[in-house]
Structure formats: C-alpha cells, structure tokens
C-alpha cells in the first residue's frame, strides 16, 4: 500500500469554523522549532500573552492559550473553578450552552438550566431575576451560539453576578476577533475563545483568561505536593484539588507564569500561528475588524434576502459571524450543501438537534469574511437553489450584493 502526497483541495470556506487561515500564519507555522524554556520562545509566549490582553480588553495578568480545540479551554475553566457541589447556572439558547451544562455536571456541579426558544437571546431581566431567585455560586454561559447565529448581551448579567459575588464564566469562542468582547467591563470573571473561528488560525488551541477572583479559587484548590503536604492540608484537598492534570490552570498558570513550571510542551507551531494571527487582528485594528465583519454581513444579507430567502432568529439580536437562513420547505438542506461543495468548492454549515436540516448556516469569519467569498457563495447558491427546484428570484442575490458593496460612498473596511 502507498500513500500519496498529500494534496487537498482548494477550498472557499463560508462555515462557522474552521475556516479559511492567512497565508501568513500557515507560513508562520513552518518556522523552525524552538524548545519550549528556550528564551527565543518564552518571549514569543509573553508576546502572545500581551496580545490576548488587548484582545479580551482586559487587564488580567491571566490571559494564555490551552493547548487543544476550543473546548479544552472550556473544560480548563470549569474543572479548576467547579468545587464538587458547586451550584451552577447555566443559561441555554442552544447547542453550546448544552455543552457548558454537560462539562458542569462532569465536574461534580449542580447544575440548573433555563431555557429559551432557539433563535432567541435572554432578557438580561430574566436571568438576573433567576440568578436572585436560586443564587448560584457560577453563571456559566455562552455569548455568541453558533448554532442559531444569536449573540447575547451580557453586560448586565456580569454586572448583577459582581454585585452578587458570583463567579461569571463565558464562552466566546464564536464571537472573540469577529464582534466586540469587554472582559473587564463586562464583569466577564473567565472567558474563553477559540482559534479557528474569527481569528482564523488553525483549530488546535484555546485562548482563556480569567482575573483575580478566579485565581483565587484556583489557589485555594491547587494540589499540594505529597511529602511536603501537612495532614490538614492533605485531608482539605481530597475533596477540593482540581481533577485534571491536563486542564489545571493552577499548573498551566505557573508554566505561563515567570516561574515557568514544566507542565506540558507548548505546542510550538500553534503558538506561533496564534502569534502571527494576532498579529494580524492588530494590524488592523480591533474596532476596524469588528466593522469589516459587519460589513460583509450586511451585504451577505443583502445577498439572501434579494433572492427570496428567509433569515432564522430575532435579528436585532443577530451574530454578525453566522448568518442562518431557513430552507425551504421542499428542499433537502444537505444535498444543497453536497451540490455546492463538489461543484463549487464552498463550503457552508448545517446545523444540530432541532434545526438540522431546517436551516443552513453561513459563517463570515476571520480571513473567509471577504468581498470575493460573500460573492461566490451567493453565486453559488443560487445556482445550486434553481438546480434543487426552488423558485428564487433570479441574478439578484449578487447584484443586491454588489450594490452594498459598489456604493460610491463605501469602501471595504479593510482590503484583504
Ligand atoms: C466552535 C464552538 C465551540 C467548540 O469548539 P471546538 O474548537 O470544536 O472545541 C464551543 N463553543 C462555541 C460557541 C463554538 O462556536
């Protein structure tokens, strides 16, 4: 049996992750390696710390990657700070906040849920309300969900949680680099982001951070050392250490920290394709990025709504990142989303539980998140929507396009 070389297809990426990466951090990511106490590299993880800061808007000293895909950056978060027992609320409005409660419960929470309908977003009334009524020691909950392509706004959640001294941790990995994220004025106590998604670096690492009131209960739940452990201490910490060696940020901090404790070995290549693709995002521009992701919505929008297709979801709550949009009644969503792949190259997303199969999803993230790409796939599909019988309004979903995007007045905010 021989293998051949490797050679994959050129693809046009238009799901919610992975999507498409920067020439320059695939470049990055062939750069010689360095051992991971090699000064060389120690600054780059400091640089990268210094990055993150600026990108969560926070002024945590916390702020690193854990290595593996974004929900290992999760599960760090819950198993340092989830002491067995541990009321935890968890607010869902889709498919990511079932994960957030899963972890919890995996980790020895108690976990109580509320729920709204799919496509919708709380009102911050009503959790805080919730929050007042079971008093949680954790409001765990996601900012921007993939699945519906609805972003919630938490600015008061975190507030209220604050003033109530409970702990406030975030999921952002679908919004963090494509919509603005304030951890600090937030109150956002741990937040966590992902790599493939709007910042358009490979899958494989988890930016997190978290402030002192975290590192906190962390400290108050590291192991201590059998040998060195006196018996109170031993006894205290059979039912409080944290349980993962892997995801203990007690450990993971003091490697990141100017103690540089062996934990694991960084995963060299990732960090410096997490490197340039930061490097990237400042480049252009924190508030310029956000525009640019706005930008190509609106005119993504344009597009699908031009040739007679629903948008799912209240929209004055809307991910800018995920766009969905209903299928119609006598079409089978996969087998457009087969034709557009093997005939065009492109790429777009289904989605889970409840609306697999009645909505299709449309990421515009990152480096995919550009003029020719939001053209192409509206081409594409409507191409593909006529080929499976559906009665669109013909040649306007480019043109509605292309009026957004040829406005005189109007300038891609960022050429790329
Ligand atoms: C993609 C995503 C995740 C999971 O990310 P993985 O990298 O696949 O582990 C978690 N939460 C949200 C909101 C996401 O969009």
Redesign the pocket.
């Known amino acids: 049996m021989t293998y051949t070389d490797l050679n994959t297809p050129i693809r046009t990426i238009m799901t919610?992750?992975p999507v498409e990466v920067d020439p320059r951090v695939l470049r990055a990511m062939t750069t010689p390696i360095v051992g991971q106490f090699d000064p060389a590299f120690t600054h780059m993880m400091n640089e990268v710390m210094d990055m993150l800061r600026v990108l969560f808007k926070t002024k945590n000293k916390w702020a690193f990657p854990v290595d593996?895909?974004?929900?290992?950056g999760?599960e760090a978060m819950l198993a340092s700070v989830i002491r067995p027992g541990d009321n935890v609320l968890v607010p869902v409005y889709g498919r990511?906040g079932h994960?957030l409660m899963e972890i919890c419960e995996r980790y020895g929470a108690e976990v109580e849920a509320m729920d709204t309908e799919w496509g919708t977003v709380f009102d911050p009334a009503d959790v805080i309300q919730k929050i007042k009524e079971t008093k949680p020691d954790i409001v765990a909950m996601?900012?921007?969900?993939?699945s519906t392509g609805c972003m919630q706004p938490l600015r008061e959640i975190g507030q209220a949680c604050r003033e109530m001294d409970i702990l406030f941790i975030v999921?952002?990995?679908?919004s963090i680099g494509g919509a603005d994220v304030r951890v600090d004025e937030w109150c956002i106590d741990g937040l966590i982001a992902?790599t493939?998604?709007c910042l358009s670096v490979p899958?494989g690492m988890?930016p997190l951070t978290y402030n002192e009131r975290i590192e906190k209960r962390i400290a108050s739940r590291k192991k201590v050392e059998r040998g060195i452990a006196t018996d109170e201490e031993l006894r205290r910490q059979n039912t409080l250490f944290i349980r993962s060696n892997y995801f203990d940020l007690s450990m993971l901090q003091d490697y990141w920290g100017p103690r540089r404790l062996n934990h694991h070995t960084e995963a060299t290549s990732m960090l410096y394709a997490l490197r340039e693709g930061l490097r990237i995002l400042l480049e252009e521009g924190l508030e310029e990025r956000f525009a640019r992701h706005a930008f190509h919505e609106k005119a993504l929008i344009a597009g699908i709504e031009a040739m007679g297709l629903g948008l799912f979801g209240r929209r004055e709550v809307k991910l800018p990142t995920v766009t969905c949009i209903k299928v119609p009644e006598e079409v089978e969503a996969d087998s457009v989303r087969n034709m557009l792949l093997t005939e065009f190259g492109i790429e777009i997303a289904s989605s889970f539980g409840p609306l697999h199969g009645k909505i299709w999803r449309i990421g515009t993230m990152g480096y995919s998140c550009r003029r020719e790409n939001v053209l192409a796939v509206l081409g594409a599909f409507e191409a593909v929507l006529i080929r499976h019988g559906v009665r669109v309004h013909r040649g306007e979903a480019v043109q509605a396009a292309l009026d957004c995007y040829m406005k005189p007045a109007v300038k891609d905010p960022v050429n790329i």
């Open positions: 919610p992750g593996g895909t974004s929900r290992s999760i990511f994960l996601v900012h921007a969900e993939t999921d952002a990995v679908a992902g493939q998604k899958s988890a």
